[in-house]
């Protein structure tokens, strides 16, 4: 089945940085690869998701991209803000396989 | 729409107890999913539904485990008999399919002593 590793587990920035979270999945038939953040005590929340078939999306200052061959995607957040901080998850899945398989998650810390 | 909605929020039980959590998806939403989350596992994938029809149940820990969609509007997730390696935030997820966003639901933490 899918395996989903992230990178890294804790990443603390300066405000205004730029933080990027890297993640590898390991089945070549995962076309779907969304990414949630969650705040303490709440659910995770989609910030963003990518399908196989683009290979970079933008929403403001998030952006996710897909590399199919190296089975890797990545979030880029710019100009973080203190708001930011949060854990976030990446995933992934397909249609004939299981619902979403999830990383580990990476603890961003963004000091103001 | 007041989100998917889970309850309980805490729920502390002594080992050898049944709990029973309890799950509202979204209305119209047709594909339920129960997740269970801790420091040392992250989220794991224990059961999911399409159309109330249990497709995926692999991440069912054991038989102490089960999980019912009787109707498009509510689940249940049931651990009997309870043990402490079962404390974790028990969560439940709900979306348009697999392959959309899932909306999840504020969690029931559980803590069995």
């Known amino acids: 089945g899918e395996n989903v590793e992230q990178h890294p587990s804790t990443l603390s920035v300066q405000e205004g940085d730029s933080a990027v979270i890297k993640c590898t999945y390991s089945?070549?038939?995962?076309?779907?690869f969304p990414w949630y953040k969650q705040e303490l005590g709440k659910g995770p929340q989609l910030i963003i998701d990518?399908?196989?078939?683009?290979g970079e999306k933008k929403d403001q200052r998030i952006a996710v991209t897909l590399n199919k061959t190296a089975k890797h995607f990545s979030l880029h957040i710019t100009e973080t803000q203190p708001e930011d901080s949060a854990v976030y998850f990446c995933?992934?899945?397909?249609?004939?396989?299981?619902?979403?398989?999830f990383g580990k998650g990476t603890t961003l810390s963004v000091s103001s | 729409d007041a989100g998917v909605i889970q309850s309980p929020r805490h729920e502390v039980t002594e080992m050898g107890q049944e709990v029973t959590l309890r799950c509202k998806p979204i209305?119209?939403?047709?594909?339920l999913f129960w997740y269970r989350q801790t420091m040392m596992r992250g989220l794991e994938l224990l059961i999911y539904?399409?159309?109330?029809?249990?497709?995926?149940d692999s991440g069912m820990p054991e038989d102490r485990f089960s999980a019912k969609m009787p109707n498009a509007s509510f689940s249940t997730l049931k651990i009997q008999p309870s043990e402490p390696r079962d404390s974790a935030v028990y969560f439940c997820?709900?979306?348009?399919?697999?392959?959309?966003?899932?909306?999840f639901g504020s969690g029931t933490r559980l803590t069995v002593v």
């Open positions: 089945d070549s038939a995962s076309n779907y």
């Open positions: 539904f399409n159309n109330n029809v249990p497709i995926d």
């Open positions: 990518i399908r196989s078939n683009v």
């Open positions: 209305s119209g939403h047709n594909s």
């Open positions: 997820a709900s979306s348009f399919g697999q392959l959309y966003g899932y909306t």
């Open positions: 995933a992934a899945c397909h249609q004939a396989g299981t619902a979403l398989i």
